[in-house]
Structure formats: C-alpha cells, structure tokens
C-alpha cells in the first residue's frame, strides 16, 4: 500500500507540474506577443516605464516555468536535489508574497499616496509621442472600468490646461466627446475604482495559492514504513507442526 500510495503521488506531483509549466508557458508567450505587437503596452508608471504588462508577464511566465521544469523533472526522476530545488523555489516565492503582503499592509497609506502621484506624472504624457503604451493603458482602464481621472476627472484639466478630458471617460464615446459637459463623463476615480476590483479578485488568488500550496504538501504524508515489508517467499512465522522436539 506504502508503496503504490509514492507511486500515485509521484505521478499527481508529475501532472500539477506538468500543467503549471504549461501555464507558465502560456504566460510567457501572451508576454512576449504584447512585447512584439503592443510595444510597452499598459505602462502607466512615468517613474518606472519598464513596468509594463508584457515584462511582467514574460519574467512571471519564465519563473513559472522554471519552477514547473524542475518539479516535473525532479517528481519523474525521483532525483532529491531536483525535489530540494524545487521545494526550495517554492519556499522563495512564498516569502517573497508574505514580506511583499507585510510591507503593502504596514504602508498602504504611504504606497498610496507614492502610487496616485506617480500616476497623475504620467497623465501628462498621454497622447505624447512615443508613449502609444501609457496612452492605451489609459484608454482601456478608462473605458471597462467605467472612471476618469487619477482622483476623479478634474485631473485631466492640469494635463490639457482646459475643462475637457480624453474622449474614453465619456459615458457615450463619440468624436470629440471629451470636450462636452462634465455630466457627459464618468465621475468614479480610476485608482480606487481599479484597488477595489484587485482586492476583490485577491481572494480568489488566495484561495488558489492555498490550493496550490496544499497539493504541494500533502505528498510529504505519504512515506515508506520504517521497516521493509515481508516478500510473499519469507516465512512469517514457524508452523509447529513436524517441528515440536522429539521425546528420547
């Protein structure tokens, strides 16, 4: 039973590394399609422009894969340095996520305030030559999340110097729609509207990080006994019958 219990969690490990990989793999290619047809695509930091959706996902989708390569490998040839590497990885990652987690928490207000001002620099440089990725970064949030502006959209009047905004905070796009009323607009700030959606769907990251940290875990309770089991040829004990001592 021992036995077949590795046999089964061997193979489990070898299939969730299997498709993590392959996951990580498809990351890496969505990465490096946006690199080659969108260029800096989603960059909407002025201070740190290599910020951008493609580069995170090219390194996320390369450590990802890396880490699935080396537990594949490691579950299918038993190897232990492979599965220690691998384990190790892991143990990286989630400390990485945990002091990440801890210093978001002890200075959101700080990273806030850092974050919104950053945010409205690069207002500055929407529309401007060689920012096609900031601009459609903004462009897209704008429209599917239904906002304008960093705060609301009294930001965009420091960028164009005049009471208007770019045509995708309109409630109806339409040419030129940006220079309409202000009733025309969305009201709610982008940088809110979009902390809420990241710390609803949060959770649902965290549950399949916990997920993923359990399967992971859970083939360390299934070990070998102590002792070797018996072969079906060893004796397991002495019949006493033809062997009980004869009386003289």
Request: hydrophobic share 45%.
């Amino acid at each position: 039973m021992a036995r077949a219990c590795l046999q089964a969690v061997k193979y489990l490990m070898f299939a969730f590394n299997l498709l993590f990989w392959l996951g990580g793999c498809g990351v890496l290619g969505v990465g490096i399609w946006l690199a080659a047809t969108q260029g800096s695509f989603a960059t909407l930091s002025s201070s740190f422009p290599s910020l951008s959706a493609a580069n995170l996902l090219i390194i996320t989708g390369a450590f990802v894969m890396a880490i699935g390569f080396v537990g594949c490998l490691g579950a299918i040839k038993e190897n232990k340095c492979l599965l220690l590497a691998f384990f190790l990885l892991l143990l990286l990652v989630f400390l990485l996520e945990a002091t990440i987690a801890i210093l978001f928490f002890a200075y959101t207000d700080k990273i806030d305030r850092y974050a919104q001002q950053d945010l409205k620099k690069g207002l500055h440089l929407y529309g401007t030559q060689g920012n096609v990725g900031l601009t459609n970064a903004w462009s897209i949030i704008q429209t599917d999340f239904r906002c304008c502006g960093v705060s609301n959209y009294t930001d965009w009047f420091e960028v164009y110097n005049a009471t208007r905004v770019p045509d995708s905070c309109c409630l109806e796009f339409s040419e030129s729609c940006g220079l309409h009323a202000p009733g025309t607009w969305w009201k709610a700030p982008c940088y809110e509207t979009v902390k809420v959606w990241l710390q609803e769907n949060l959770l649902a990251v965290g549950v399949f990080g916990l997920c993923t940290a359990l399967v992971q875990v859970w083939p360390g309770d299934c070990r070998l006994p102590a002792t070797p089991l018996l072969g079906p040829s060893e004796p397991r004990e002495q019949s006493s019958k033809g062997l009980a001592p004869r009386n003289p």
